[in-house]
């Protein structure tokens, strides 16, 4: 089915994020091929409206830029306002590309976000945030962004999903951790939703399904997408080698001025960004959580003054967390947090499961997997929630770059409780998959060394090696599983007999 506005996820500013940082911004072959960029960009992209170039704010070369992403299901060189007539943007994300910070910071606004849209009359008018681009294009955008966060944007990229889907798989596709399963084929009748179908597991997508997954709207809630959203960009920013961009960088740079329209467009322009982004291209990208409540009777997400300042200070002030070499400050509570729950037992909210060891799907994928992989199952577990109705165990062979090389694999899928929710169990041969390359730390527990990666103060995965394969705990796309639970969790993994 053809996506429509109303099917459009937060995704595509995303990809933007990773070709501003690690595509054309990722080798100093982009800054000794400046002209050619100009070139393309004059002959394949529009320029964003007048207007919207006066809304922006001047910034000093070298000093932090904000860069607003929209994303939109009309954009066309014909049309005579860039085919935004009746547009939504369903993408709204602010990056913030700061050297000295330690971390690119990503924010993404949902889509229905409360806010005071400006009138040309003066005023405002009350409307979702994406209702905007409907109403003037990226010059209200921008205002309206302005107004909701009180924050500079210095420059603006409206792009289109067809450069998502094709530079996806220009890169070969990418890796991507699925917590459950996701379907939807419209042959049951009902509403009409955008067809999905992806399994669980950590595995190889290309464009199409990696669209579909994130573009998921039906049963999850705005800040879900978020989430799952900035998870993308945070996967891909991680596994995507810049030998392979700068390879592939002047298909990545046609794809991006095609299908983009920015005010990024002239030499000044291109290589103060790409500067800043060479500068920053080698930083961990790290998410700062929108902070909005439902506002009951409506369909509004709505946020408070309190929270708005809170976001304004992570998103200007954010900080890498430490790297592997020294554990951060975090991993240090969390380890004097283990010596106490060691004492007192699990983590609040978990439960011990040892009886789940006589579920009959875990003796099949134990049976298998034999003589491969042996399976380990979580002996304690969240008490809330439960398996996921939907493709709670599933075995496969997870495929590769490297034409014809698979892996035996497995996911164990559990549901957090809440509505998009799920956390889950993940095991493969494959020694080094492109998820651990992060920036990690060491925690030993019950005679076992854990490896965490965070994101922020949040654990984000908790693995484990063993002569066999590597196995880890992937926390909900929200992170809401604790510290200690994640720990507990991954220390009380006990191998299915078989």
């Known amino acids: 089915m053809q996506p429509t506005a109303r099917h459009w996820p937060q995704y595509l500013g995303a990809f933007a994020v990773l070709i501003l940082l690690a595509g054309v911004a990722s080798a100093s072959a982009a800054l000794l091929q400046l002209q050619q960029v100009t070139d393309t960009f004059n002959e394949l992209s529009v320029d964003i409206d007048k207007g919207a170039q006066d809304q922006l704010a001047d910034v000093q070369a070298g000093r932090p830029q904000t860069i607003l992403l929209i994303g939109s299901d009309k954009r066309s060189k014909k049309a005579a306002d860039g085919g935004r007539s009746g547009a939504l943007s369903d993408t709204l ?7 000295d910070s330690g971390a690119t910071a990503v924010l993404s606004i949902p889509r229905d976000t409360k806010a005071q849209i400006p009138l040309k009359g003066g005023g405002f008018r009350t409307a979702k945030i994406n209702e905007a681009f409907a109403d003037g294009g990226e010059e209200l955008t921008i205002k309206t962004v302005r107004e909701l966060l009180g924050l500079p944007i210095n ?6 999903f067809n450069a998502f889907q094709r530079a996806v798989n220009y890169l070969g596709g990418l890796y991507q951790d699925i917590d459950h399963r996701f379907f939807n084929d419209n042959s049951q009748g009902g509403d009409r939703y955008a067809t999905i179908d992806v399994h669980a597991g950590y595995q190889l997508m290309k464009g199409s399904d ?6 998921f709207r039906h049963q ?30 002047n298909d990545l740079l046609r794809i991006f001025a095609l299908y983009t329209q920015t005010d990024i467009d002239d030499p000044a322009a291109i290589l103060g960004v790409l500067k800043l982004a060479l500068n920053s291209a080698k930083q961990p990208v790290r998410s700062v959580r929108f902070r909005a409540d439902e506002q009951p009777g409506t369909t509004f997400l709505t946020v408070s003054d309190a929270n708005l300042e809170l976001m304004r200070r992570e998103f200007t002030q954010l900080k890498a967390a430490s790297g592997a070499v020294t554990p ?9 947090t283990t010596k106490k729950v060691k004492r007192k037992g699990l983590a609040t909210g978990l439960i011990p499961t040892a009886s789940d060891v006589s579920r009959t799907d875990l003796a099949g994928a134990s049976f298998n997997l034999a003589g491969q992989l042996p399976v380990y199952y979580p002996s304690a577990r969240l008490g809330k929630g439960g398996w996921a109705e939907v493709e709670p165990v599933r075995t496969y062979k997870i495929g590769t770059r490297v034409k014809g090389q698979t892996f035996p694999a497995y996911r164990l899928s559990y549901y957090y409780g ?6 889950g169990v993940q095991g493969l041969t494959w020694r080094n998959p492109p998820i651990l390359r992060d920036a990690h730390s060491d925690v030993q527990r019950n005679g076992r060394k854990l490896t965490v990666y ?14 066999k394969g590597v196995y880890w705990v992937s926390n909900t796309v929200s992170n809401l599983l604790t510290n200690a639970q994640m720990l507990d969790i991954a220390a009380n993994l006990k191998r299915v007999p078989g």
């Open 93 to 99: 994300m602010l990056a913030r590309l700061d050297p």
């Open 454 to 467: 965070r994101t922020g103060s949040r654990y984000r995965l908790v693995s484990w090696r063993t002569a």
């Open 418 to 423: 809440e509505n998009g929710q799920y956390w």
């Open 328 to 336: 951060s400050d975090t991993v240090k509570k969390a380890r004097k």
């Open 210 to 215: 990696t669209l579909d997954w994130v573009r």
């Open 155 to 160: 420059h603006v990229v409206i792009v289109n």
């Open 220 to 249: 999850d809630s705005d800040l879900v997408r978020a989430a799952r959203q900035q998870e993308f960009l945070r996967s891909a920013k991680n596994q995507v080698a810049a030998s392979e961009l700068v390879k592939n960088r």
